[in-house]
Structure formats: structure tokens, C-alpha cells
């Protein structure tokens, strides 16, 4: 065996070896900049189709003949997708290289939002659910490279100013979201969808003309594709399974089958995978403590929170009355709150490190849920806002330091692998949330007011006597998230410091 080890080269932390011939002049000639520019465009890409969806939801309905089944599809099988495929992408990008894959990203996302766009009634929504599955897979593409690329461009202990830029980007999209959708849906629907095709084809072009590859892939290796059949059944079983729960409008024996399917997906995946040369889930990944704590912290984060804005969204439209528009504008201070800490504790963390700064931000946002199990019909707007700037900005405060911990952590070119478990975690997070969360504050409302306030969005109208149970039930998702954001503090304060040394050099030292 070898003793001689890689060198770093001194302003990227990449191996010498594993740099590409132009990596170097390009991190000399601010290459950084160029890529987050780009990261940028598909940030926003994701973020303002998020937000703006919401307020299309009821016209969507109306002009397709769509059910809530359809309406519910439309939803979950985009973040379903996504979940799913980011560790598969993740691996592809590690053998491929993240360049062609990101830019595939914008444009299978464009093709997703051209199919939607287009809809048509006689199919009720079929072909709206074909085109965000699409939008899934785009974004899925775009999601866990941009993370990566990122990751390579920037100088070693500048590694969290990127992510918490492109947080920017994100909450900016998810402010402007609502108010675009609402401009959009009073011309038509489609344009929610359509407005992503100029801006796609411009993040395309961008990407191709000025993307690069810092990192050489290593030598081509075969992709594990037990692995890619049994975790991507094993999501698409468990996961709607478990968010059906949540939403019963499928017959219970029907669930449930997809949901043991799921789970004995997942089983044979955990069973098979270790016995794989080149497994499609690095599980050695864990091996650091840095990488699995940042990894749970960031789960347990996911299901606390991935259902709040839903909730919140659910709360205005219904007893607080606001139609759609004024309830995706209130949140406004959520996103802002977001916007503004995001960039400053992930520039924050390159310098002291995310130790203490993840758990603070979790238990910031842990303040905030314990004060929503507060709220009424009655509670002022100003307070309100309050409590939801101090959630976005334990959100911000979290979310760049810990992804920064996460991929400095791994060795250059397993970070496609590293951001694909990150990604797939925290959409994994989401998902559990809704089956988790959204059964509290709603199992015990009648189906029509569901629906009225969700979709129609006409408030609680004639169901307003059962107010006082769907805030009980409300209460108590809230205060549950807030237990699981008290947990992942926990857990994150409990992973060692973050330094600049990879997970090669740890291990080797």
C-alpha cells in the first residue's frame, strides 16, 4: 500500500490530480461568481413555481374538472420525483461529471413546465401530473448539482458564502412566488407554468456557455442499479403510503399495500446494498460524525418544519379568512427573515465553523413553533409575522452552516453522492412532515371543509362551528414540531467541530 496521499491544492482543498486542466485559471478568474450565477437561476427557477402553484391550485381545479386525488398528485408526485432520484443523480453526477447533468436539469424542468402549461381538460388533470413529474426530474437534476457545484467553485473556507447566497435566490422566489402567481392566474393558470420556459432556456444557454467542470470524475465505474430499482420502489412505496395518511382518498387496503410494498423495498435495498462493489448509497459516508449528524439533524429539521407553511397557509385561507393571494403574501416574513440570515450564517460558519451555530438556528426555530401553538382567529397580524420572521430566520441560520459542514466534509468527487443523501433526506423530511404533521390538525375536520379552504379557497364558510377543533389539532402539530426541532438542536450540538479538512484527510489522520 501507498504512502504517498493527495495534496490539496491550497485554494480549493481539491487533490491536485483530481483538478481539470482549466480548474486552476478558473478559481484565479473568479470562476465562483460565474457558477453561483447559474446556481442562481435554477434556485429561482424551483422556488417561484413552489410559492405560485399554491395560488393557481383553485383554477387549476376549476378548469380542468380535476378531483382532489388529481390536485393532490399534482403536488406530491413533483416532490416525490425529487426525492427519489436525488441520490441516483447524485451518483450519475460523481461518474459524469455535474456540467451536463445540471444543464439536462434546466432543460427537462422547461419540457415539465411546457407539458403542464398546455394541459388539457379532457384529461383532467392526467397530463398536468405527467408534466410535473417531468418538472420533478428537472429539478431533481438541478437541486442536487447545484449544491456541488457550488461546493467546487468556491475557495476552501468559502464554502458556506455560496449555499447561503443561493438561499437568496430561494426565499427571493418563494416571496415573489405568491405575487406572481397572483398577476399569472388572472391571465390564466398557464402561465404559471409557462413563465419557467424563457427562464429555463436562459439558465440552459447560461449553463452550457459558461459552466465547468473543476473536478475530474474518477474512472468510469458501473452504476448499482439494484440499488436505483430497490431505494427509488422503496421511496415511491413508503412515502405517498405514509402521506395518504394524511389525506384518505384512497381506500385504507389500497394504502396500505403501498405502503408495505415501500417498506419491503426499502428492506431489501438495506439488505442487498452492502454486498455491492460500488454501492449507489455510500454508506462509508457515515462513518464521519460530522456528515451523519449534520445528515439526521437535517432530517429530523425536515420533518419538523415541512409541513409549518402548508399549515400556515391552511390557517389563513381558513379561520383567519384570507383568500389565497393575501395568505401566500402574509408569510412574507418567513421568506424575508430567510433571505436576509441565510447568506450571513453560511459566511458565519466558514469562519467559526457550524457547531454552534446549527443548533442555535434549530432552537431558534424551536421558539417559534412553541409560540404558534398559540394562535387563533384573533391573534394579530404583527404578531403573527413575528413568530413567522423568527422561524425563517432559525431556518436561515440552520440550513447554510449545515450544509456547509456536510460538504466539506467528503472528498471532491463523492459530493455528488454526499448532496443526493442531503437532498434526498431533507425532501424525505417534507414528506414524512405531511404524514406526520398534517393528520393532527386535520384528521378530525369533515372532507368538504378540507377541500373548501385547500382548494376552492373559501374559507371555512358554513363549516366555521368546527374552528375551535381544527385549531386544537393545529396546536398540536405545532407543539410535535416543535419537540423534533428540540431533538435535532440536540443532535446537531452533539456532531464535533466543522473544520476545513475533508473526509479524506480526517480519516487518513
Not at 204 to 212: D, E, M, N, T, V
Not at 321 to 336: E, N, T
Amino acid at each position: 500500500m501507498s504512502s504517498t496521499r493527495s495534496t490539496p491544492n491550497s485554494s480549493t482543498g481539491i487533490p491536485e490530480e483530481r483538478l481539470s486542466p482549466e480548474a486552476t485559471a478558473e478559481h484565479k478568474n473568479g470562476y465562483q461568481w460565474t457558477a453561483l450565477s447559474v446556481t442562481t437561476v435554477g434556485a429561482l427557477l424551483a422556488s417561484i413555481q413552489g410559492s405560485a402553484l399554491l395560488i393557481a391550485l383553485p383554477n387549476i381545479l376549476a378548469e380542468l374538472h380535476a378531483t382532489f386525488l388529481t390536485i393532490m398528485w399534482v403536488l406530491l408526485g413533483y416532490l416525490l420525483v425529487l426525492t427519489a432520484l436525488t441520490p441516483v443523480i447524485g451518483r450519475l453526477a460523481d461518474i459524469f461529471g455535474r456540467k451536463r447533468l445540471y444543464n439536462a436539469g434546466f432543460i427537462v424542468f422547461t419540457t415539465g413546465s411546457l407539458i403542464s402549461g398546455l394541459a388539457q381538460p379532457q384529461f383532467h388533470g392526467g397530463d398536468l401530473i405527467v408534466g410535473r413529474v417531468t418538472q420533478g426530474l428537472g429539478a431533481s437534476l438541478l437541486v442536487t448539482n447545484s449544491t456541488v457545484i457550488v461546493t467546487d467553485a468556491f475557495r476552501k473556507g468559502q464554502v458556506g458564502l455560496g449555499p447561503g447566497i443561493n438561499q437568496i435566490a430561494g426565499a427571493a422566489g418563494f416571496l415573489v412566488g405568491p405575487i406572481v402567481g397572483g398577476l399569472l392566474t388572472e391571465i390564466s393558470w398557464r402561465w404559471v407554468f409557462l413563465f419557467n420556459v424563457p427562464l429555463g432556456i436562459f439558465g440552459a444557454i447560461w449553463g452550457i456557455w459558461r459552466l465547468r467542470e473543476p473536478v475530474r470524475p474518477r474512472e468510469r465505474q458501473p452504476l448499482d442499479w439494484f440499488g436505483v430499482i430497490f431505494l427509488a420502489g422503496g421511496l415511491a412505496g413508503l412515502l405517498p403510503g405514509l402521506s395518504l395518511q394524511a389525506f384518505p382518498i384512497l381506500p385504507a387496503a389500497t394504502t396500505t399495500t403501498i405502503l408495505i410494498a415501500g417498506i419491503v423495498f426499502l428492506i431489501l435495498f438495506i439488505v442487498i446494498e452492502p454486498r455491492i462493489k460500488v454501492p449507489l448509497v455510500q454508506l462509508r459516508l457515515f462513518r464521519s460524525r460530522i456528515f451523519a449528524l449534520a445528515n439526521l439533524s437535517g432530517l429530523l429539521n425536515g420533518i419538523a418544519r415541512g409541513a409549518v407553511l402548508f399549515l400556515l397557509i391552511f390557517f389563513l385561507q381558513g379561520p383567519y379568512g384570507q383568500d389565497p393571494l393575501k395568505a401566500g403574501l402574509m408569510l412574507i416574513p418567513f421568506g424575508a427573515a430567510f433571505m436576509l440570515v441565510g447568506p450571513l450564517s453560511g459566511r458565519l460558519s466558514d469562519r467559526i465553523g457550524s457547531r454552534i451555530l446549527a443548533p442555535i438556528g434549530l432552537s431558534i426555530s424551536a421558539l417559534a413553533l412553541f409560540a404558534l401553538t398559540t394562535i387563533d382567529q384573533h391573534t394579530p397580524y404583527w404578531l403573527l409575522a413575528i413568530f413567522m420572521a423568527v422561524m425563517g430566520g432559525g431556518s436561515g441560520f440552520f440550513v447554510s452552516p449545515n450544509t456547509n459542514a456536510i460538504m466539506s466534509s467528503v472528498e471532491p468527487y463523492t459530493r455528488g453522492a454526499a448532496a443526493g443523501i442531503l437532498n434526498m433526506l431533507n425532501n424525505t423530511g417534507q414528506m414524512l412532515s405531511i404524514a406526520i404533521v398534517f393528520p393532527l390538525a386535520l384528521s378530525k375536520l369533515p372532507f368538504g371543509a378540507v377541500q373548501q379552504v385547500f382548494i376552492t379557497g373559501g374559507g371555512m364558510g358554513s363549516f366555521s362551528s368546527i374552528i375551535p377543533v381544527f385549531l386544537s389539532g393545529l396546536h398540536e402539530a405545532f407543539l410535535i414540531s416543535f419537540i423534533l426541532s428540540v431533538i435535532a438542536a440536540i443532535v446537531a450540538a452533539l456532531r464535533p467541530s466543522h473544520g476545513t479538512r475533508l473526509l479524506g484527510d480526517e480519516e487518513a489522520a
